[in-house]
């Protein structure tokens, strides 16, 4: 008995070479790539340090709004650096730059998410729609992608926000609304072809409507490219938030915004460098952890980056 | 070709006619107090109301949409609210400022991005490829104001510090005044500009060059016993420039109106700068001229690259 099971294990031995998914590939690929595994850590800090704000708060004492006119100014009014009060330093109204920063990556994940998020599905399915659908949806769709691609996206986000006012919703909204169009051509290009192929007339014969084959037979297929655009998508978000903060159209004063307090500590980079180096740094670390770990995901998802 | 000129043609002015009703649209749904501002503290009704019908702001928004757009035809775009000059004299003056930051930084972003990118696709993984993509990612993470920020901390306020007054804080000198002070303003912004988008034609460069550089004729021209550097500048980097001249003609256009960061850091008064004062001051005819103009760059400039493209590629048919 004994022998006949080790005879059966034997012999299904050459079972374990499975069936790998392009998708598990991928996956393999990206998991080897040393640099996108540190940049992949460096987010999962930034996104505890969100979670962990108000740790941060409660551990220096410092709530993110408390202006601290004496002990964190100095006696001219300006500033104090990194102390053993203040880690960071403090801004122009006597306020904790540490908690701040954290706080403030907050706003940053958040927009760089939620945005990412909307412009992400608005696109796949109105290049899903274009693509797909063909004549006159496609003719209007694909004039729409123009016209949105052809409009000087800034002037208008900040023509926008000032007609609306600033706040959290109309930031999401605004770069929602305007990044879509990318997605959506991106989409679109690869609908057209893979809607000639013989896996959608499998499924037209077998019944399936419009709604069923662009949803379940074709988007899988377009699903890598969309991955990869959006990882590199949430650092081009995050930028576009704080340059509308910076230029004074982010969260209204005194939400801590990283943006907002680059914008705050211009007139004090001569004397108090912590100011804006700190938030400064929080900003560029997180987009370059993005940029890099998108890197490594479009390396992985790249057909031709076979590294034998 | 004139078909296909004649349909992009076409195109371009649907997209543009779109976009001047949305921006109209969107301005005119706004609550807007300018006839209020123009008037002053001590306006009275009637002031204000005399305003308003000098501006056109009593008619409805259609008849006004019409007005505008029956002069955008003629190349009239009306006149700023405050100072009743033409919206096209303050293009005119803003648009040498947006060129020549934008073609001097797309000079060094080329020379940058090519030359970094023709340097990694001839030595793929190695150490100097490594480098090359983390120093153009580096700076492509950059978000533009911090960068215009550091490079004003370091070579303008450090550097006049020490006694090396280089470069100025900003603001602008024109071509007029001599080549020297306004090389001198622009370098800053230039770098600034470049640093950002060289990292697009690095990967852009290495890419196609890998391609191209796999190609048979590369290995006839090799076998041929044609010197390497030559082989790779005049046979492979020549048909690998071609996504590189597409996406410089897309990055050119989108400038025109995209530059509003940097002329804000380096108080550069382009257009992006110009129509931000304008959005501040709800100066409604500047903000619509200014965004149907750059609109109307990124409109030719996609035409252009089309036609580009057809002729650096002789495979590509227009239709």
Redesign the interface.
């Known amino acids: 008995m004994t022998a006949a099971i080790e005879m059966v294990d034997v012999l299904e031995e050459p079972k374990a070479i499975e069936g790998r998914s392009p998708f598990s590939l991928a996956l393999r690929r990206l998991r080897k790539d040393k640099v996108a595994m540190i940049s992949l850590a460096v987010i999962v800090l930034i996104v505890l340090m969100a979670i962990l704000a108000p740790v941060f708060a409660a551990v220096t004492g410092h709530p993110p709004n408390e202006q601290y006119r004496d002990l964190g100014l100095t006696p001219d009014g300006l500033p104090r650096g990194p102390n053993g009060t203040f880690w960071l330093g403090t801004d122009d109204l006597g306020r904790d730059v540490l908690v701040r920063i954290a706080y403030g990556a907050r706003i940053s994940l958040l927009v760089g998410v939620i945005a990412t998020a909307i412009t992400v599905v608005i696109g796949v399915v109105l290049g899903l729609a274009a693509g797909f659908l063909g004549g006159i949806t496609d003719t209007i769709l694909a004039?729409l992608i123009?016209?949105v691609?052809?409009?000087?996206?800034?002037?208008?986000a900040?023509?926008?926000v000032?007609?609306?006012g600033p706040s959290l919703t109309v930031t999401v909204l605004v770069i929602g609304c305007f990044s879509w169009a990318s997605v959506a051509r991106i989409v679109r290009g690869q609908v057209l072809s893979l809607r000639e192929r013989e896996f959608v007339e499998a499924a037209r014969s077998l019944g399936a409507g419009d709604r069923r084959i662009m949803f379940v037979d074709v988007l899988p297929n377009v699903i890598a490219p969309v991955i990869v655009y959006t990882t590199l998508l949430i650092?081009v978000v995050i930028?576009t938030q704080?340059?509308l903060s910076?230029?004074g159209l982010g969260l209204p004063p005194p939400t801590p915004d990283w943006?907002g307090m680059?914008s705050e500590s211009?007139n004090y980079?001569?004397t108090a460098w912590w100011f804006?180096l700190f938030p400064?740094l929080a900003?560029?670390v997180t987009?370059?952890a993005?940029?890099?770990f998108g890197?490594g995901v479009r390396d992985a998802f790249d057909p031709r980056a076979d590294r034998t | 070709m004139a078909m296909f000129l004649i349909r992009r043609i076409g195109?371009g002015i649907?997209?543009?006619w779109?976009?001047s009703v949305?921006?109209f649209a969107?301005?005119f749904v706004?609550p807007s107090n300018v006839a209020q501002t123009l008037a002053g503290r001590q306006g009275t009704p009637e002031t204000i109301a005399l305003i308003k019908h000098r501006l056109g702001l009593d008619l409805p928004v259609w008849q006004q949409y019409l007005h505008f757009l029956g002069n955008a035809v003629k190349g009239d775009l009306g006149y700023d609210y405050y100072h009743q000059v033409p919206v096209t004299h303050i293009i005119g003056q803003a648009l040498p400022i947006t060129v020549s930051l934008a073609l001097g930084a797309a000079v060094l972003w080329l020379a940058l991005g090519v030359f970094n990118g023709v340097i990694s696709a001839t030595h793929p993984r190695s150490l100097a490829d490594r480098g090359l993509?983390l120093f153009a990612?580096?700076f492509?993470?950059?978000?533009?104001?911090?960068l215009g920020?550091?490079l004003l901390?370091f070579l303008y306020?450090r550097l006049t510090l020490s006694g090396f007054g280089w470069f100025p804080a900003g603001g602008y000198s024109p071509l007029a005044g001599g080549i020297g002070p306004w090389f001198q303003h622009l370098l800053l912004p230039w770098i600034a500009l470049a640093l950002l988008l060289a990292a697009t034609y690095t990967r852009l460069t290495r890419g196609s060059m890998l391609d191209v550089l796999g190609e048979d004729y590369i290995r006839t021209a090799r076998s041929k016993g044609i010197r390497e550097s030559r082989v790779v500048v005049v046979h492979g980097l020549r048909s690998a420039l071609t996504p590189v001249v597409t996406q410089f003609g897309i990055d050119l256009g989108?400038l025109?109106?995209?530059v509003?960061?940097t002329e804000?850091v380096f108080s550069l008064p382009g257009l992006?700068q110009t129509?931000?004062t304008a959005?501040?001051q709800?100066d409604l005819p500047v903000?619509i001229g200014?965004?149907l103009f750059?609109?109307a760059a990124?409109?030719v400039a996609?035409i252009l690259v089309d036609i580009g493209y057809a002729v650096l590629d002789p495979r590509v048919r227009l239709h």
Request: glycine share 6%.
């Open positions: 004039r123009d016209v691609l052809s409009v000087p996206f800034l002037l208008v900040i023509a926008l000032s007609v609306t650092p930028v704080a340059t910076f230029l943006g680059i211009q980079y001569t804006i400064g900003l560029l987009t370059l993005f940029n890099l890197d | 195109h649907l997209v543009l779109l976009i949305a921006v969107l301005f706004a993509t990612l580096f492509y993470s950059f978000p533009s104001f911090l920020l550091l901390y306020f989108q025109i109106g995209g509003v960061v804000t992006g129509a931000v959005i501040n709800q903000i200014i965004v750059a609109s990124v409109v996609n």
